[in-house]
């Protein structure tokens, strides 16, 4: 069956060093795959979008990889702020247009 | 403004009742989904409707029922409820299938 593994785990790291989430997927071919944001208490955000054809997609401190060999995604944030604290959701989209989300990580930046 | 509202943001109820979430969004897209996201936060799709159809519907039981009015409201709605149902649902809007999601704040449902 289809599978997205996130860290469960919170991932704790100290202001200004980049935090890397890692989201696995199996018995998957994904067209698109997402990155969000969600805070307690509110919805998801919508951060990057990367194609299965790409490898690499910045936007400012943000950064996503997309190894479909591997069939894994890496999430870095670099130069990270305490603002940065929330749990990050992978999702993989197929060429039907279903979007199906993992669990999400946590991540907790202290000052 | 407010890109996709839903109502209630809370909803308390007994067992056995019927209740509506209402989500309308202004944003001009054409595709609207209800996603439902239990305490494991798992995030699930529900359903989906694109210019009225409805295009993905998950296995959900029959008791919940999206209805669109028009494109830019996609209501659910939950007949009979039980306390399993007792989640966060959250609507979202998209501009076409491919693209990102937009979420409303939730709605924070809780059966007694």
């Known amino acids: 069956s289809q599978k997205i593994e996130q860290n469960s785990e919170a991932l704790n790291i100290q202001e200004g060093k980049t935090a890397t989430l890692t989201c696995n997927y199996t018995?998957?071919?994904?067209?698109?795959l997402q990155w969000y944001r969600q805070d307690p208490g509110r919805g998801p955000v919508f951060l990057l979008l990367?194609?299965?054809?790409?490898k690499e997609k910045r936007k400012e401190r943000l950064k996503v990889t997309f190894d479909t060999t591997l069939k894994q995604s890496l999430f870095h944030i670099t130069a990270s702020q305490p603002a940065d604290s929330a749990t990050y959701l992978c999702?993989?989209?197929?060429?039907?247009?279903?979007?199906?989300f993992g669990k999400g990580t946590m991540l907790l930046v202290s000052p | 403004d407010t890109a996709v509202s839903q109502t209630p943001k809370y909803l308390v109820t007994q067992m056995g009742n019927d209740k509506s979430i209402k989500c309308e969004q202004n944003?001009?897209?054409?595709?609207m989904y209800w996603y439902k996201q239990d305490s494991k936060k798992f995030l699930k799709i529900m359903f989906s409707?694109?210019?009225?159809?409805?295009?993905i519907n998950e296995t959900v039981p029959n008791r919940f029922s999206p209805k669109s009015p028009d494109k830019a409201h996609l209501n659910l709605h939950i007949n009979s409820l039980e306390l399993g149902d007792s989640a966060v649902y959250f609507c979202?809007?998209?501009?076409?299938?491919?693209?990102?999601?937009?979420f409303g704040q939730g709605t924070r449902l809780t059966v007694v």
């Open positions: 999702a993989l989209e197929n060429r039907y247009s279903t979007l199906t």
């Open positions: 409707y694109n210019n009225k159809e409805l295009i």
């Open positions: 944003l001009g897209h054409d595709t």
């Open positions: 018995n998957y071919s994904p067209a698109y």
């Open positions: 979202a809007s998209s501009q076409d299938q491919s693209r990102k999601r937009f």
């Open positions: 990367i194609r299965e054809n790409e």
